[in-house]
């Protein structure tokens, strides 16, 4: 199983409402990955995650708040977003942060901010 | 943030055709991963290399990674129109994945 799940596939909100991204994997990998991709761009990276503990937090601005219930679970928790935060959200993970192999990505979240 | 160069942009072939596409870079990686994303969906790993020369193949997909470890290429022989989709390269350095600006790949019947 080489599976990363990310719910909800599409998600609609408005500037004051808050919301969440999850994620999850059964593979045993022990980092987690979220991205933010604009329409015609490559993935950026946001956050980092390694054996549940922040790793990388790539100046992500603070209406983003990541959390790592467990090594299967990552959540991305949204609050007083911007019309330009528009953009689909991807999870990823590895075996291992450090030294890092190869990311496996979900299908992602297409996040819509009115 | 650091990108990495891929050309070409875009490329509009004819089913059957081969396709050839590279992408560079200023540093070096030692890891570089080839990915394939169709719209709306996230990107799904096709090809990874390890070892600087190291040339390894999927199926129709062809990857190598290059001797200076500054770049790597992908083929794509007897393209299908399934094979449409933008392919993004990506190096791996010590605790970053880095991506390519992507190759737009368009097939015609």
């Known amino acids: 199983d080489t599976e990363v799940t990310q719910t909800p596939k599409h998600l609609v909100m408005g500037m004051t409402n808050k919301k969440s991204l999850k994620c999850e994997q059964h593979m045993g990998h022990r980092a987690m990955y979220w991205y933010k991709q604009k329409a015609k761009k490559p993935p950026e990276l946001m956050f980092v995650?390694?054996?549940?503990?922040?790793?990388i937090n790539e100046s992500v601005p603070s209406r983003f708040s990541p959390e790592c219930p467990n090594s299967s679970l990552l959540n991305l928790h949204l609050h007083a977003l911007q019309p330009e935060d528009s953009a689909l959200y991807l999870c990823?993970?590895?075996?291992?942060?450090?030294?890092?192999?190869?990311?496996?990505f979900g299908s992602g979240t297409q996040l819509s901010v009115l | 943030g650091q990108q990495l160069n891929q050309s070409p942009q875009s490329m509009f072939i004819q089913e059957g055709e081969d396709v050839s596409m590279n992408c560079t870079s200023s540093s070096i990686f030692n890891t570089w991963l080839w990915y394939k994303q169709d719209p709306g969906e996230g990107p799904v790993l096709l090809i990874a290399l390890y070892k600087a020369g190291e040339l390894t193949s999927n199926g129709r997909l062809t990857a190598q990674f290059g001797i200076t470890r500054k770049d790597s290429f992908l083929n794509i022989s007897a393209s299908i129109p399934s094979d449409v989709g933008i392919y993004f390269c990506a190096g791996l350095n010590t605790d970053k994945l880095i991506f390519g600006t992507g190759t737009r790949l368009q097939v015609f019947p």
């Open positions: 990823a993970s590895s075996p291992a942060w450090l030294p890092n192999e190869k990311l496996f």
């Open positions: 995650y390694s054996y549940e503990k922040l790793s």
